[in-house]
């Protein structure tokens, strides 16, 4: 059986003249079709092979320059084996349709993966957003299901929560001192919800009432999502359309050390995170009196939270960019063997 090998080039390139005829030299004990690739065709090739040409691709395996030749060699044969065996049982008809259709479907998917995923996340961050809209216009059965599908990953509490239609977008408790919003004190102590409970102490009692407070005409509506996570999907969503256009404009991002993500993503969500978790009960400061009591403000809220969403994002999209890289060129040379493949994709010299 002949087999595909890929070639990827350039002009005015030694190294690739002689992988060229090292080809050729072996063509003449393994049949192969060897498909010449110039990557200043496509800049996504450019940007992949351009510093490690010649390349050559067999059956999803890529050999970089300076090739083993003997690695090559067996990756050919076990690629002229495989072709025999499945020749034999190569899907025909409709199986062979669902196959093809499968493949372009997961070609389509490497290519695309990033938007796809980011609107994903994005809708995430957007549908907490219409449960106060929903409440608004009376939906109170479309808001409920909202407001219960999101509660078990986030808290919901009302004064860590963003508010839509009422007299403020937040309702910080007094300890955060924001000066420019009321705090959620002088509110919540005018809410039938809160009738017996000292909104003053974070206890249990304040804590369930929070959660299960939805609003009202005067405070407005709450948004299934606290502050932190809104910041967080929707920074992680963001951060996934900033590395489409960077590619798109022939950016290649680098991937993200681990000590600069602890330091740009972990750092800051744990210090307010945690600051305020010890200044509150049951821990009170572990009674000491040089603890800043502090409640943490819907600026630091959203900051820390977009910034763990930016350092999440930028730390696993270039692995999975990679990953998804290699399966396309995996697929790309299936559907190619397939016949499936259009012509241009190939950019033959």
């Known amino acids: 059986?002949?087999?595909?090998?890929?070639?990827?080039?350039?002009?005015?390139?030694?190294?690739?003249?002689?992988?060229k005829a090292e080809l050729q030299r072996i063509g003449q004990a393994i049949?192969?079709?060897?498909?010449?690739?110039?990557?200043?065709?496509?800049?996504?090739?450019?940007r992949e092979?351009?510093?490690?040409?010649?390349?050559?691709?067999?059956?999803?395996?890529?050999?970089?320059?300076?090739?083993?030749?003997e690695d090559v060699k067996v990756a050919l044969i076990t690629a002229a084996s495989f072709?025999?065996?499945?020749?034999?049982?190569?899907?025909?008809?409709?199986?062979?349709?669902?196959?093809?259709?499968?493949?372009?479907?997961?070609?389509?998917?490497t290519r695309h993966w990033l938007a796809v995923l980011s609107t994903i996340v994005g809708l995430y961050a957007a549908i907490p957003f219409m449960a106060p809209v929903a409440m608004e216009v009376g939906a109170t059965g479309v808001a409920n299901l909202i407001y219960t599908v999101y509660s078990p990953?986030?808290?919901?509490?009302?004064?860590?929560?963003?508010?839509?239609f009422g007299d403020q977008p937040a309702y910080p408790r007094?300890?955060?001192?924001?000066?420019?919003?009321?705090?959620?004190?002088?509110?919540?102590?005018?809410?039938?919800?809160?009738?017996?409970?000292?909104?003053?102490?974070?206890?249990d009692d304040l804590i369930f009432a929070a959660k299960r407070f939805?609003?009202?005409?005067?405070?407005?509506?709450?948004?299934?999502?606290c502050e932190r996570d809104v910041a967080i999907y929707s920074a992680l969503a963001l951060t996934g359309v900033a590395f489409i256009f960077l590619k798109r404009a022939g950016v290649k991002v680098p991937k993200l050390p681990f000590w600069a993500y602890v330091l740009i993503a972990i750092v800051p969500i744990g210090l307010d995170g945690f600051s305020q978790l010890f200044a509150n009960p049951p821990f009170n400061a572990f009674g000491l009196d040089a603890y800043p009591v502090r409640e943490s403000t819907p600026f630091l809220r959203v900051l820390t939270g977009a910034l763990f969403g930016f350092g999440n994002g930028w730390l696993v999209f270039p692995y999975i960019e990679e990953s998804m890289q290699e399966t396309a060129e995996m697929v790309e040379n299936k559907l190619r063997r397939a016949g499936e493949l259009p012509p241009e994709r190939a950019a033959a010299k």
């Open 1 to 19: 059986m002949t087999v595909d090998v890929t070639l990827f080039t350039r002009e005015d390139c030694h190294l690739c003249d002689e992988a």
């Open 31 to 46: 049949p192969l079709n060897v498909i010449e690739v110039d990557i200043a065709s496509d800049p996504r090739l450019e």
């Open 83 to 109: 072709e025999s065996a499945s020749e034999k049982q190569k899907a025909t008809g409709r199986k062979r349709r669902v196959v093809i259709a499968l493949d372009k479907g997961i070609l389509w998917l």
């Open 49 to 69: 092979y351009g510093e490690r040409i010649p390349v050559i691709g067999v059956d999803g395996e890529t050999f970089s320059a300076p090739i083993n030749w």
């Open 174 to 203: 007094a300890r955060a001192g924001v000066e420019h919003l009321e705090p959620f004190e002088v509110y919540a102590a005018a809410e039938p919800a809160f009738d017996g409970i000292d909104v003053t102490v974070l206890d």
């Open 153 to 164: 990953v986030c808290h919901q509490f009302a004064f860590r929560s963003w508010f839509l």
């Open 214 to 225: 939805r609003g009202s005409e005067r405070m407005g509506w709450k948004v299934a999502f």
